[in-house]
């Protein structure tokens, strides 16, 4: 129950002055309302005259200063005015808002007859683009993709490749560990051959494998820490050297153009016996020698080699009965040759100014 100050016989009041009084605050607050010109000001008068500390409120102060029998009058007089300045209000703010938003909508007016503005269109990332343009050629020469894993264990990514630990070709792949003892992100994609190998064994294999590698290496404008890269594995019986040769020359002349010469230049990969690098003849100089080619009219594109019999072998085939060949390209270093792109950092910076120009 509210308690109201009692006043003394000197204090109290003429209950039909205060009426006068209140019913003054009325007539007034009702003018106020009416010169209210925006949703805010009409705020403002909300709280001004009916909030807790508004005018109206405030004449439930004088309560205490009439005889007791008046004091109900005057507190059900109160409550009439709140309600009534309420419902004026409540009026007074419909038409205001109705105002407002039609101004609104005449200063915004639409010219629907305006032709409208084309929404931007995404592109692929040269990277994308040039890994479907090898899934198209490799899915032309029977070669079907098989995902593998980015996260490998050493086991996978080295061991079962023939590289042992302390092996130093290891010093050829720099690599990120995780918390977890023997559990990396994978240098390589060649770990996938084993997957492959071991789910398809004895069946023969025609496969690519593409996807993300990291190496924990500097970053310069040919190396990356993470790049892609896609792996091909073809195993069965009779395949030779010969089979690796051609079959990759067709992909270089489709990828970069019929009369794109190419050569193989030996190498060493541990998990693969011949192994040999794939260069193409400079689409840059056109074999003349520049910047880019290093003036040796040559680009290197791939590694690959004949799969090696201790990497059957962890496959489960047996390398006295089957044979295979095996290639690991990196599709950015593609890209770069065949657009002239000089810097590898470009690709992942997240730059319009380069992505839109592909
Ligand atoms: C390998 O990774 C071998 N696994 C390839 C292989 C597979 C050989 C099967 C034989 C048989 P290499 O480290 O050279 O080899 O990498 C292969 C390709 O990946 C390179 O030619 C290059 O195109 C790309 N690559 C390697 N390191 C980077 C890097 N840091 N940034 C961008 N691309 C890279």
């Known amino acids: 129950m509210v308690s109201f100050p009692v006043a003394t016989d000197k ?12 019913d003054e605050i009325y007539e007034q607050s009702l003018r106020t309302l009416e010169e209210a010109g925006s949703t805010d000001e009409l705020e403002t008068w909300h709280r001004e005259t009916l909030g807790r500390k508004g005018s109206v409120q405030l004449q439930t102060r004088h309560i205490g200063q009439l005889v007791p029998e008046e004091r109900p009058h005057f507190g059900r007089r109160i409550n009439e005015v709140k309600q009534a300045l309420e419902d004026a209000y409540q009026e007074r703010a419909t038409a205001l808002r109705a105002q407002e938003l039609e101004a609104q909508m005449a200063a915004e007016a639409l010219d629907v007859t305006l032709p409208g503005r084309r929404a931007w269109r995404g592109r692929l990332h040269p990277a994308s683009q040039t890994l479907r343009d090898i ?58 051959q084993i997957h492959a190998m071991r789910q398809y064994c004895p069946e023969p294999i025609r496969v690519i494998l593409p996807g993300m590698c990291y190496r924990y290496e500097q970053i310069t404008a040919r190396s990356e820490i993470q790049f892609h890269q896609v792996e091909g594995l073809a195993v069965g019986k009779n395949i030779t050297m010969a089979d690796l040769k051609g079959t990759l020359n067709a992909f270089a002349r489709r990828m970069f153009g ?18 040999a690098e794939m260069d193409v003849e400079c ?20 590694g690959s080699g004949m799969v090696h019999p201790t ?40 730059d319009l100014r380069f992505l839109e120009q592909f």
């Open 135 to 192: 899934y198209r050629i490799w899915g032309d020469m029977g070669f079907q993709v098989y995902r593998s894993r980015e996260v490998e264990t050493d086991e996978y990514n080295f061991e079962l490749l023939n590289i042992p630990q302390h092996h130093p070709a290891r010093d050829m792949w720099d690599t990120f560990h995780t918390m977890t003892p023997g559990v990396i992100l994978r240098t390589h994609t060649s770990p996938g």
């Open 283 to 302: 689409v840059l100089c056109e074999g003349a020698g520049c910047q880019v080619c290093k003036y040796t009219g040559w680009l290197e594109i791939l």
């Open 11 to 22: 204090e109290r009041v003429d209950l039909s002055k205060m009426r006068e009084q209140l």
């Open 258 to 275: 019929e009369d794109r010469a190419t050569r193989f230049r030996a190498n060493y990969f541990p998990f693969t016996e011949p192994s």
């Open 311 to 350: 990497v059957l072998r962890n496959g489960g085939y047996d390398p006295e009965v089957y044979s295979g060949f095996a290639f690991g390209m990196g599709p950015e270093r593609i890209a770069m040759l065949k657009y002239g792109i000089d810097d590898i950092r470009y690709f992942w910076s997240n």
